[in-house]
């Protein structure tokens, strides 16, 4: 088989067993579910929430340079700690956390492969007992914007361009317009359905398999290749606020090696209200 | 109530909930859903038979700890109590019941079961009108 094409950023579940007290390493748990790990996690982990730690409580964006260094320093976190990111639904909000990482530039973040859904399926050690650590001091740049993150403006020209991809990590039903949720999930407050211009559809789930792990550099060549996303294009994903677009930003991105990826955190509940902004829409009724 | 106190407060209903199941008699019953959380519940109500007072309510739901701990948590709160009282209940009464320092950052979750159970009732009051104006 071959080989992803940044392995380093996958540990594996043994791995993550073996550096459970190596003072170098810290585990962070990222959850949909808020009180997930209060239910138990991963010895020596901590818990970083992607709306009270990752976004800013009053603009709709992330936390500023001062912030993310208060934040790292608050968790024992340096510039040179390897930080391994794992959490809930097939780490979907794991690799949000990674994403907001990177950009501010932390160095040395890297997934569980499996994430939380495997720990636990291998019945491995689960506490309640909540960690602390010493403060450190974090020197963060400021929060680079412009390399794997995509504004609505920059989607814009991009639709109007060649040699680009954009990828709709949504749903079928939220591609077509038929829903502005995610199936089993309530209507919520898009005004309209459909998607960008020019998007293919690859849901994000389709990376993963039935343990939660990533599925292999072949069968993810075939899956994002097969629809025209491909490695020599100017790449872009979205779905409905980012944090299901970050995971397929960082098979792109780290598993496949594509080298422009950016992540459209805008995604659907900006480009679907947005004014003036066209869409498609495939479902009619 | 402190920040811990209200984590496992939320976790021991998570985790033993109460009044979880359907009901066979119930005189209404209320799905709901959160967005962007993945969140529903169902509640299941049962009315005095006067018509103005929770007898009782049970649910069935899936999703996160919050959404299903304070469905729980709900359904003892409103045992007996009339419906005028539920009209009253703020969502942010809800919320500090819950531990507001706790679920502040995921408000629609603390209140769905709240927001649904609001929902039951005036389905409820509405099936009465119709049948009222049926009758005459």
């Not at chain 1, 995509?150 to 939220?174: C, M, S, T, W, Y």
């Not at chain 2, 519940?41 to 649910?59: M, S, W």
């Not at chain 2, 005028?84 to 809800?94: A, K, V």
Request: aromatic share 10%.
């Amino acid at each position: 088989m071959a080989e992803y094409a940044h392995p380093e950023v996958l540990v594996e579940t043994d791995w993550v067993a073996e550096h459970l007290h190596d003072p170098n390493v810290r585990l962070v748990e990222c959850d949909e579910d808020l009180l997930l790990y209060d239910q138990g996690h991963i010895p020596g982990a901590i818990k970083i929430d992607w709306v009270a730690d990752l976004n800013d409580a009053v603009v709709r964006d992330y936390l500023n340079r001062e912030q993310f260094e208060q934040l790292m320093a608050s968790n024992g976190i340096s510039n040179d700690t390897t930080v391994i990111f794992y959490g809930d639904k097939n780490n979907w909000w794991a690799t949000y956390a990674l994403w907001v990482f990177k950009l501010f530039g932390h160095e040395d973040a890297r997934i569980m492969n499996g994430g939380r859904t495997k720990w636990v399926a291998e019945g491995r050690e689960m506490t309640r007992e909540v960690p602390s650590y010493p403060q450190t001091t974090y020197k963060a740049p400021e929060r680079d914007d412009a390399t794997i993150r995509a504004f609505r403006d920059q989607v814009r020209q991009h639709i109007n361009q060649k040699g680009g991809a954009l990828v709709d990590v949504r749903g079928p039903q939220e591609f077509s317009g038929e829903r502005t949720h995610m199936p089993e999930y309530p209507q919520e407050g898009t005004l309209r359905g459909g998607h960008i211009p020019t998007a293919v559809n690859i849901p994000w789930a389709k990376a993963v398999k039935e343990d939660a792990t990533f599925k292999s550099p072949e069968e993810l060549r075939a899956l994002y290749e097969g629809q025209g996303v491909t490695p020599d294009k100017d790449v872009i994903s979205y779905c409905r606020i980012g944090e299901r677009s970050s995971h397929t930003w960082f098979v792109l991105k780290y598993l496949l090696g594509y080298p422009n990826v950016r992540n459209y955190d805008g995604s659907w509940t900006e480009w679907g209200n947005g004014v003036g902004l066209p869409i498609e829409k495939t479902y009619n009724q | 109530m402190d920040r811990q106190e209200a984590i496992e407060y939320l976790l021991e209903h998570y985790e033993n909930p109460r009044n979880n199941g359907p009901m066979e008699d119930a005189d209404v019953t209320m799905p709901g859903g959160n967005p962007g959380c993945g969140d529903v519940v169902t509640l299941y109500v049962k009315l005095n038979e006067a018509g103005d007072h929770v007898d009782r309510v049970t649910f069935e739901g899936q999703g996160c700890t919050i959404s299903q701990a304070a469905a729980s948590i709900l359904t003892e709160m409103v045992e007996g109590k009339p419906l005028s009282e539920i009209d009253e209940m703020d969502f942010n009464d809800m919320i500090d019941e819950l531990g507001r320092e706790v679920v502040s950052n995921r408000p629609r979750c603390a209140t769905l079961a709240l927001g649904t159970l609001k929902a039951a009732i005036a389905k409820y009051r509405n099936d009465q009108v119709r049948a009222d104006l049926a009758q005459s």
